[in-house]
């Protein structure tokens, strides 16, 4: 059921290009993803947080701050790229409406483009999230839980984000989940090789955007006094939450987690020290349920790569060079604002782009 929408998106410019090869989608600098947060005000339960998370058992994935290098994200394809018509998953007839764009609906697919962790356009729902990320222009098209069969693309998810936009407080819209349960973009949280390999090479240089990061559910906050289903909540920049099921002193989906500045980076290379800044600066946000920690670009497409950069997917927890493995206990949470429970109502916000209007709370699908 379609929902009117309430708020409106302001127009802003593109971020300037990075000198890179293929440059990864980002928003506008106004954008909260954006947002320096090295001075915010701690939420004032930020240590019994964080001392929570650590009692519950940290990061996922026996307590490591990992990096899992599966998510790709198709760069610019091409005006005439053959477009791919969206179906509710096969396996359930399961969409998520009003939260996703509106059937029927297509997206782009170029030649050689892949689903996540994958070589092709097959996936296997029952073992994987199955994202498929493609950008094209100022579009930024996220399809989640799919699979490619018989000339069209089966999913139980399709966001298209308008990249040229600053999206208001809410997102795509209050309760409304996207191609992350959180609600959130997914390809302008990832950290690119080519970005990095730019930046490593100035002196004090950060990616200037928010990560993402992810976290077991039963070590998410739920809540049964906030109303929400289930005891589900989340705080901004989220708009939704997936299955948290953690007692409700941890942290929330959505926090905002920032390094804390003393952290000690001598022992680590240029290129993540960069990495390290971004997080002092910028943050993590909470963006799904799972087990490994950090989500980086996969380098098929990029110039740089991981391994030149000296970026392995333990590189922040192996202590090697004398350097400090990264643990929950090094970082603070931001004050974002209060808890919202998630009742599933998704109420979608207007966005306006460009002379483009896109009414009743839906984007277009070009």
């Not at 300037?16 to 004032?44: C, E, G, K, T, Y």
């Not at 996220?142 to 399709?158: H, K, P």
């Not at 909470?286 to 920690?293: K, R, V, W």
């Not at 670009?297 to 990029?302: A, G, I």
Request: hydrophobic letters at 40%.
């Amino acid at each position: 059921m379609k929902r009117p929408a309430h708020l409106v998106v302001v127009l802003s410019t593109l971020i300037p290009a990075l000198a890179m090869a293929d440059p990864p989608p980002r928003f506008p600098s106004a954008s909260v993803w954006h947002q320096n947060i090295a001075a915010a005000p701690l939420h004032a339960n930020s240590t019994s947080m964080i001392n929570a998370l650590i009692g519950l058992g940290g990061w996922g994935n026996g307590n490591k701050f990992q990096i899992d290098f599966s998510l790709q994200t198709f760069p610019d394809a091409a005006p005439g790229t053959q477009m791919v018509p969206v179906v509710p998953h096969h396996a359930d007839d399961e969409y998520y409406d009003p939260d996703c764009e509106a059937l029927p609906a297509s997206m782009p697919v170029p030649a050689g483009a892949a689903f996540e962790g994958q070589s092709g356009l097959g996936c296997d729902n029952d073992a994987e999230d199955c994202h498929l990320l493609v950008r094209q222009g100022n579009l930024l098209y996220e399809l989640y839980s799919g699979n490619y069969s018989g000339g069209v693309l089966d999913a139980r998810c399709l966001v298209v984000w308008q990249l040229n936009a600053v999206y208001p407080p809410e997102g795509r819209g209050e309760h409304c989940t996207s191609a992350d349960a959180a609600g959130f973009p997914i390809a302008p949280l990832l950290v690119n090789a080519d970005e990095v390999a730019a930046n490593a090479g100035i002196a004090g240089s950060d990616l200037g955007h928010a990560i993402r990061f992810i976290l077991p559910n039963a070590r998410m906050a739920s809540d049964g006094s906030l109303g929400g289903v289930g005891g589900r909540l989340y705080v901004r920049p989220a708009s939704h939450a997936g299955g948290p099921s953690g007692p409700s002193n941890t942290v929330p989906y959505g926090v905002r987690m920032r390094l804390k500045s003393n952290f000690n980076m001598s022992g680590y290379n240029a290129a993540a020290q960069v990495i390290l800044r971004t997080m002092q600066r910028y943050g993590i946000v909470l963006a799904d349920g799972g087990n490994i920690a950090l989500t980086f670009e996969t380098d098929r497409y990029t110039t740089a790569k991981w391994n030149t950069l000296g970026i392995s997917a333990q590189v922040f927890l192996n202590g090697a060079n004398g350097s400090t493995p990264v643990q929950v206990s090094h970082f603070e949470v931001i004050d974002t604002g209060p808890r919202i429970g998630e009742t599933w109502n998704c109420v979608r916000s207007t966005v306006v782009v460009t002379d483009l209007i896109f009414a009743n709370g839906f984007e277009a699908v070009p």
